[in-house]
């Protein structure tokens, strides 16, 4: 699949490009080359320009569809707590100050913390134990090898509310670890479903021959696994971390089952909401807080663009 | 599984004959056992720990009256009579996933094609457009939906300000039960960026030959889009399609935090909080599980909706398996 840069120029968007800026005075370039297919050369490049416009044009709808509700949410986080009541729409002053306000929210960095815990360790711990078991699943032959897999997808398909009532008794409890995240954390330590989908879909790709390279050199599994194959698979490595990443700093329903009873469990997901209560009526401070949590993932975003966009190629496509 | 039995006969996968004859290739196999046992360790206990014991626990809780705190207690049928007949909740919320997966998850998948279509048919500044309508798609849920429930709200939102200078008199949004749920469908198809990313890859792979071919043929745009494009495509769009039932069941946040947000509700615990605000309609299952389970302590009876739950989403899982049987494949 291509990214980035591919399509900013091939020869024939360069010209329809050009002809489309001037689309009125296309009639009265001339030609390349005379001939019997004069006219109907013509039209046809008229065509192409009326088709850059029109596909253009929708595009900048479209664009505005998906980047105005942040241009919005951006002028109001910076309005006076006025005129964030009024229904103007452009800030009279812009006041920066909001966003050192809402950093300064008591809770506010607590739950900045917790969520980097959750989100951090479980990352690490999920694709660490999704790796060797991905790695089975797509090189080794064993019996109830598509089993597995059917149970690795249904895992994955399962809404978490299903188990969460037996779940919740268990951390509550038998281990009493109810008003920490740890119940959401220490699970990853075993496997995550969409995890070792994920990287299994991508360890199928690399071809047999490196693994076997590496076992008749004397590797052991795991040293293949580590030397070989690691290497090779860090983009779906990065993919799948990412993901995983994002899930938890995006999860609201297991903090609100575990850590709700206690704010200083909260993580930024969960305690944005309550932020909204706190500060009723103050459209600009909420929306301030709105833009420091979702600033950090677009960002992270901009730093691994391509390890993205692979990665969820990679979930419906590629099979 | 004796279709995926190992045929080879050689090696480490030797036929059963040769390795009851042969103690060393014997070993070998017990070696390798031993091994794919050890790779798969951590997910053999977290499934078991995590899946397989809540499931059967889940199963059992559903004929208990248990309130967390006294001895569960055998009550037969009585909490799946209540959800089904009692349960002020459960109904209306099947009824909103309904609605959810015949506009919703039809909407996201025909504008994520569109956008899709559209996406690759751009010639200038591509790359800009793509990072453009994908961005959305990364905003934490939480705070997409306070965003929306922000420029929606009635009475300074700028999507109401902006259509009052029109002339137009915008709807109440979240705070209209009518208006509510196509207000979250404006929300999910804001984040169409993993459709367009799916269907962008899928319209990429579709052979050009048949595009010539077709044109050859004289077939106009449609003709093209109808006989070469969705064909090929198809199978996406089928992924699509159930991916996007199954996230449907599972649809928790963004009408839970609208409801909350838009009825003035403070987050965090210890307020009333009347689920489904306006009027149920953003009601959806997972939160009726949450209701009884965590605010009723109706242990019991948020099994049975859990179990309900499960088994509308293990349907619909294994549709996608028997269809994507790329989803499934291994090499050998």
Known sequence: MTTDTSSYSTGSAGSAGSAASTASSANKAPPPAGGAGRTAERAARRRAALHWVAVHSLAIAAALFFVLPFVFVLLTAVMSDDQALTRELWPHTWQWGNFVEVWQTPGFLTWWRNTLLYAGLGTVLAVGSSLPVAYALAKFRFRGRNVMMMVVIAAMMLPPQVVIVPMYLFWAKQLDLAGTLWPLIIPFAFGNAFSIFLLRQFLLTIPREYTEAARIDGCGEFTTLLRVVLPMAKPAVAATALFHFFYCWNDYFGPQIYASENPGAWTLSYGLESFKGAHQTDWNLTMAATVLVMAPVIILFFFAQKAFVEGVTLTGVKG | ?332
């Not at chain 2, 959800?83 to 959810?100: C, E, G, H, S, Y």
């Not at chain 2, 792979?205 to 048949?210: F, G, I, N, R």
């Not at chain 2, 403070?266 to 009726?288: A, C, M, N, R, W």
Request: hydrophobic letters at 50%; proline letters at 7%.
């Open chain 2, 1 to 332: 599984m004796t279709a995926t039995h190992p045929g080879p006969k050689t090696g480490p996968h030797a036929g059963p004959r040769d390795a009851r004859r042969d103690p060393a290739l014997r070993a070998k196999r017990r070696r390798n056992a031993l091994r794919t046992l050890g790779f798969l360790s951590p997910w053999l206990i977290g499934f078991s720990v995590f899946f397989a014991y809540p499931l059967i626990a889940t199963v059992y809780f559903s004929f208990m009256k248990y309130d967390g705190f006294t001895a569960p207690e055998y009550v037969g049928l009585k909490n799946w009579s209540y959800v089904f007949q009692d349960n002020p909740f459960f109904w209306p919320a099947l009824a909103n996933m309904l609605w959810l997966i015949a506009v919703m998850v039809t909407l996201r998948v025909v504008f994520g094609l569109g956008i899709g279509l559209l996406i690759t048919r751009i010639k200038t500044g591509a790359g800009v457009f793509r990072t453009l309508f994908y961005l959305p798609y990364l905003a934490p849920p939480v705070a997409a939906t306070m965003a929306f429930v922000f420029l929606l709200n009635p009475g300074t939102g700028p999507v109401n300000t902006i259509l009052d200078t029109l002339g137009i008199s915008g709807p109440q949004w979240f705070n209209d039960a009518s208006w509510s749920k196509p207000s979250l469908t404006i929300l999910a198809l804001w984040g169409i960026g993993d459709l367009m990313v799916i269907f962008m890859a899928s319209l990429l792979d579709v052979p050009k030959e048949q595009y010539e071919a077709a044109e050859l043929d004289g077939a106009n745009s449609w003709h093209r889009f109808r006989y070469v494009t969705l064909p090929n495509i198809s199978p996406i769009v089928l992924f699509a399609v159930i991916t996007g039932v199954i996230a449907t069941m599972q649809y928790y946040t963004e009408p839970l935090v609208a409801a909350k947000v838009a009825s003035g509700v403070i987050g965090g615990s210890g307020q009333h909080f009347e689920p489904g605000y306006p009027d149920k309609s953003t009601l959806t299952v997972p939160q009726v599980v949450y209701n009884l389970g965590f605010q009723r302590f109706d242990t019991g009876a948020a099994c049975v909706v859990a179990l309900v739950l499960f088994v509308l989403a293990m349907v619909f899982t294994t549709f996608l398996m028997r269809r994507r049987s790329g989803f499934m494949s291994a090499e050998d």
